[in-house]
């Protein structure tokens, strides 16, 4: 079950919502873990134990560190929780690419392959680390109050509208909203609004750029003009994709009395790539600062030091999205230029390019970026870069030329638009009257569950992390 599903809009969120409301102020955190496993069961009812088995250990092992009789048995605490999150992580999502490498380093020298096990891929598995680790570390520093209860703790690490795909929330952030949530009209519309919000960036931008980009990353030659517009066309189907399961995430805990934080802010904007990184999945950001950046030792170890702790943040956060060298690489390549910018002075939103050039130097960075984020393999990649170099001619192809549809384009060109000016249009949204934002807002759902009906398939990009 995914949010852009007539199943969810009309069916469980509705259900949910209204057993929520029921229910006594005591058993809302029952209501959210059963809602929440009934959610994700719906994809896998065995895997159901995984997500229980982590948010037990996490649970175990912050008690343990916290309350530990000595502190050497906090850390051991704090180490075996941790590396146990990290094992079942690495076990179901590293496995397969670690038997990979080794069979075929073994058929290199003459040994025999080796037998790859059939291994599924639990939805939001990634999302659901991280956010126990970050409880397991908090709570044994004690920058953050331990859970009230385990039930509580269940609910958080469950918790159905970014379980399986964020942001990557903290339980300190949540801990006083789970003792004490405030519920209004307003808070409930607001949350109904920017659910609208969400659901109409990924059905009527996303789903219609994404046929163009697909169809563009499967050429083997592609032109110039083939390989930009399919480097274009996935920075606006990914953009607009995870940007608006993030605004449907904060809708739907703003239905429910949370307030979870914000993961863009008009990342397509910056001046630089380390602006990028303050505006793209801010919650991921944050946390490979806090809890890898930091640790490994910041920038308080000396200016090689640094640049070698921003090169494997980056490295480890491309590896966190998937067990596949095109992510390695993606994450190298911007720790690269993080590096660089750093060397010669950026900090904060400072941008170290040329004013006239900060912006086009930015996003050709992310763009070229994002070509070796969305190939299947790296020589995949290497085609589409060959393609923008224009080694495979320069204009569109008569048999691709002809498979572009309007709407896409349509799309394309609206996501960029919006993803220039979307910010200052929130801002007048905001600054308008209440009945003109909850029209807007009635009207983009009414255009969103239009065109999702006609659709038979939206998943969206971020569950296969």
């Known amino acids: 079950m995914i949010f852009s599903s007539a199943i969810f809009i009309f069916g469980f969120l509705p259900f949910f919502l209204a057993v929520y409301y029921l229910a006594p102020r005591r058993a809302k955190s029952w209501v959210i873990l059963l809602g929440s496993y009934a959610f994700y069961g719906w994809w896998r009812v065995d895997y159901l134990?995984?997500?229980?088995?982590?948010?037990?250990?996490?649970?175990?092992?912050?008690?343990?560190?916290?309350?530990?009789?000595?502190?050497?048995?906090?850390?051991?605490?704090?180490?075996?929780?941790?590396?146990?999150?990290?094992?079942?992580?690495?076990?179901?999502?590293?496995?397969?690419?670690?038997?990979?490498?080794?069979?075929?380093?073994?058929?290199?020298?003459?040994?025999?392959?080796i037998t790859m096990p059939q291994i599924i891929l639990p939805i939001g598995i990634s999302f659901h680390a991280f956010q126990s680790i970050s409880y397991i570390v908090d709570v044994s520093r004690e920058d953050a109050p331990p859970a009230r209860n385990i039930v509580d703790f269940l609910a958080f690490g469950s918790l159905f509208p970014q379980l399986i795909a964020g942001p990557v929330l903290r339980y300190k952030d949540l801990a006083d909203q789970f003792r004490t949530r405030k519920h209004s009209v307003e808070i409930f519309?607001?949350?109904?609004?920017?659910?609208?919000?969400?659901?109409?960036?990924?059905?009527?931008?996303?789903?219609?750029?994404?046929?163009?980009?697909?169809r563009l990353f499967a050429l083997s030659n592609?032109?110039?003009?083939?390989?930009?517009?399919?480097?274009?066309?996935?920075?606006?189907?990914?953009?607009?994709?995870?940007?608006?399961?993030?605004?449907?995430?904060?809708?739907?805990?703003?239905?429910?009395?949370?307030?979870?934080?914000?993961?863009?802010?008009?990342?397509?904007?910056?001046?630089?790539?380390?602006?990028?990184?303050?505006?793209?999945?801010?919650?991921?950001?944050?946390?490979?600062?806090?809890?890898?950046?930091?640790?490994?030792?910041?920038?308080?170890?000396?200016?090689?030091?640094?640049?070698?702790?921003?090169?494997?943040?980056?490295?480890l956060g491309g590896l966190w999205h998937g067990a596949n060298w095109t992510f390695i690489l993606w994450g190298a390549w911007h720790g690269g230029w993080l590096a660089v910018e750093r060397m010669f002075g950026a900090k904060g939103t400072k941008s170290v390019w040329p004013k006239s050039i900060a912006w086009p130097a930015t996003m050709l960075i992310v763009m070229i970026g994002w070509v070796m984020f969305r190939a299947q393999d790296v020589a995949q990649a290497?085609?589409?870069?060959?393609?923008?170099?224009?080694?495979?001619?320069?204009?569109?192809?008569?048999?691709?030329?002809?498979?572009?549809?309007?709407?896409?384009?349509?799309?394309?060109?609206?996501?960029?638009?919006?993803?220039?000016?979307?910010?200052?249009?929130?801002?007048?949204?905001?600054?308008?009257?209440?009945?003109?934002?909850?029209?807007?807002?009635?009207?983009?759902?009414?255009?969103?569950?239009?065109?999702?009906?006609?659709?038979?398939?939206?998943?969206?990009?971020?569950?296969?992390?």
């Open 49 to 113: 134990a995984v997500v229980f088995g982590i948010s037990l250990i996490s649970y175990l092992a912050a008690q343990v560190a916290l309350y530990g009789a000595t502190e050497r048995r906090r850390i051991w605490a704090l180490r075996l929780g941790v590396t146990s999150v990290l094992l079942v992580l690495g076990y179901f999502k590293y496995t397969m690419f670690i038997l990979g490498g080794l069979g075929d380093l073994s058929q290199a020298i003459g040994g025999v392959g």
């Open 189 to 214: 519309a607001n949350g109904i609004a920017r659910f609208a919000q969400g659901l109409a960036m990924k059905v009527l931008i996303a789903d219609n750029v994404a046929p163009l980009a697909d």
């Open 222 to 315: 592609p032109t110039a003009a083939e390989a930009w517009l399919a480097a274009g066309a996935y920075s606006i189907q990914l953009l607009f994709d995870f940007a608006g399961y993030s605004a449907m995430a904060i809708g739907l805990g703003l239905m429910m009395g949370f307030r979870f934080v914000e993961n863009f802010d008009a990342p397509y904007t910056s001046q630089s790539i380390t602006e990028f990184w303050r505006r793209w999945h801010i919650s991921l950001s944050q946390w490979l600062r806090d809890y890898l950046y930091v640790p490994l030792g910041g920038n308080r170890r000396g200016t090689l030091r640094t640049y070698v702790n921003l090169m494997l943040t980056m490295v």
């Open 382 to 465: 290497i085609a589409i870069y060959r393609g923008m170099l224009g080694l495979h001619g320069i204009a569109l192809s008569e048999e691709n030329s002809w498979q572009i549809q309007n709407t896409e384009i349509t799309a394309l060109l609206l996501g960029f638009a919006l993803s220039l000016c979307g910010a200052t249009l929130v801002s007048m949204t905001a600054h308008s009257p209440a009945v003109a934002r909850r029209f807007g807002a009635a009207l983009l759902m009414s255009c969103a569950c239009t065109a999702l009906i006609a659709q038979t398939h939206s998943p969206f990009l971020y569950f296969q992390f």
